[in-house]
């Protein structure tokens, strides 16, 4: 038997979506026009009016918005309604400094949880599972999404939020649980923890994990249902449309349905900026058609992909995403972090070195690693090492203090690294993810 979170929605006729999709934009486009002034300025300059939007069809028409949209207009620029309306917020890092706030009304968290949800039990959870949630908590989306959508489901919930892998493994074998929610490297991880302590596949009671926040191959796939005997699906969101769960793997495992009476997707030309005909590969951009509290309309999330409309064996009949093959921006991912080459630059600046410096990225044992070189200057230089580790301290410290993760620092010596005559090759990223 299939199931489903809301199967009235999940599984309605094409029509019957687009018919919810028409009627909300009209009503969203309207919404936004009246409540957030930066948008408005925006809609006003292209001369379209919230008269000219009577379906999605028209939704091409609208002004896209992107990350620089949010930096210039942070941190109150886009909500959509009252701060005293909204009850939380969310945050991920921005391009350089400003980071990324999203504002919730409680309406927009329920919405939320309730995708969350549907990827829950697309994943085979019920009341009767034990999901235990190692996403990350706080000001991340991973933790609480998850969290929220498996209470919906009535999962048990176990709140883990993300490290401590002996403590992962004490509850997930003493509580027996059958979920397991975390980004796919942190999966990867625990399978590997659980072999090196004696444990086989078998003696754990997963039987699915939701893994998302970072790419990932379909081989580390293999590897994390071989080594946790699970069965692995994908979920993909961002922090500017809610989070988790804008789109969920069913159990086809053939890309990730979007949940689309929240949320319009296109697929746009990254140069141009023009709608690309259905199947075709480009940057997807997502229109939220009912949220309150920061409802962002045509955001580019950077992210190329392919829609398809293809028949899906599990009855859901929302589009389907592939997961994302590549960024049209510089974006990297490191450990589920989103970090941008020009937030080290502005660190590096800040703290009195040159911007000669080099970033490498790899993946070892399922884990990023995450190095920078920089050239000291000649004043900087001291005979004494220990003069030396202070200053690759200090330098990680503030790094992680602007982007949430601490790199290695390497000081090396002036002139050292390789000047370019072009483009300066500023980040080597070794991993194979797409
Ligand atoms: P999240 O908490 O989901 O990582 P962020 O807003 O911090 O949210 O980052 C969003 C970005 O993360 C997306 O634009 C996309 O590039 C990446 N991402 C999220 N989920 C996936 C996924 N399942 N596969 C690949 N990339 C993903
Ligand atoms: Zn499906």
Not at 169 to 184: R, V
Request: charged share 30%.
């Amino acid at each position: 038997m299939k199931h489903y979170y809301q199967p009235e929605i999940e599984t309605a006729p094409r029509e019957e979506i687009l018919k919810i999709q028409n009627e909300k934009i009209v009503k969203q486009v309207r919404y936004v026009y009246d409540h957030v002034a930066y948008y408005r300025n925006l809609m006003d300059k292209k001369g379209v009016t919230p008269e000219d939007i009577r379906s999605v069809d028209d939704i091409k028409k609208l002004p896209f918005l992107t990350k620089d949209d949010l930096r210039e207009a942070y941190p109150y620029g886009l909500l959509g309604t009252d701060l005293k309306n909204c009850v939380r917020i969310h945050s991920t890092s921005g391009t350089t400094g400003k980071r990324v706030v999203a504002f919730y009304t409680q309406k927009d968290i329920d919405m939320w949880e309730e995708c969350c949800a549907r990827a829950i039990v697309a994943a085979g959870g019920s009341d009767e599972d034990v999901c235990q949630v190692c996403y990350g908590y706080g000001l991340f989306t991973g933790g609480s999404g998850l969290h929220g959508g498996s209470h919906k489901v009535g999962c048990l919930t176990l709140p883990m939020s993300s490290g401590n892998t002996d403590r992962q493994i004490q509850f997930m074998m003493d509580m027996q649980a059958t979920i397991l929610c975390c980004t796919p490297s942190y999966a990867a991880y625990i399978g590997e923890s659980l072999a090196e302590r004696g444990y086989s596949p078998e003696d754990n009671k997963l039987k699915a994990g939701i893994f998302g926040a970072e790419p990932w191959t379909e081989e580390m796939r293999a590897e994390i249902e071989k080594s946790l005997g699970i069965k692995a699906y994908d979920i993909y969101g961002l922090t500017e449309t809610s989070g988790p769960g804008v789109a969920f793997e069913c159990e086809e495992q053939t890309g990730m349905h979007i949940n689309e009476d929240h949320f319009y997707a296109e697929i746009i030309d990254p140069d141009t900026g023009e709608v690309l005909p259905e199947g075709e590969k480009g940057e997807l951009v997502f229109t939220s058609l009912d949220k309150e509290g920061f409802p962002l309309l045509r955001y580019r999330t950077k992210d190329i992909c392919i829609l398809s409309r293809e028949k899906c064996s599990c009855g859901r009949t929302f589009v389907k995403m592939t997961k994302p093959l590549g960024r049209s921006d510089d974006m990297m991912i490191i450990r589920g972090v989103n970090v941008f080459p020009s937030q080290i630059e502005t660190v590096l600046l800040k703290e009195g070195y040159t911007p000669n410096y080099q970033i490498v990225v790899d993946r070892k044992n399922n884990t990023d690693t995450f190095d920078i070189y920089v050239e000291f200057s000649k004043d900087m230089f001291s005979d004494k090492v220990s003069d030396m580790q202070k200053r690759e301290q200090a330098l990680k410290a503030a790094m992680r203090s602007m982007l949430g993760i601490g790199p290695k620092i390497h000081l090396v010596a002036p002139k050292t690294i390789q000047r370019s005559e072009g483009k300066a090759v500023r980040v080597i990223d070794k991993r194979k993810l797409h």
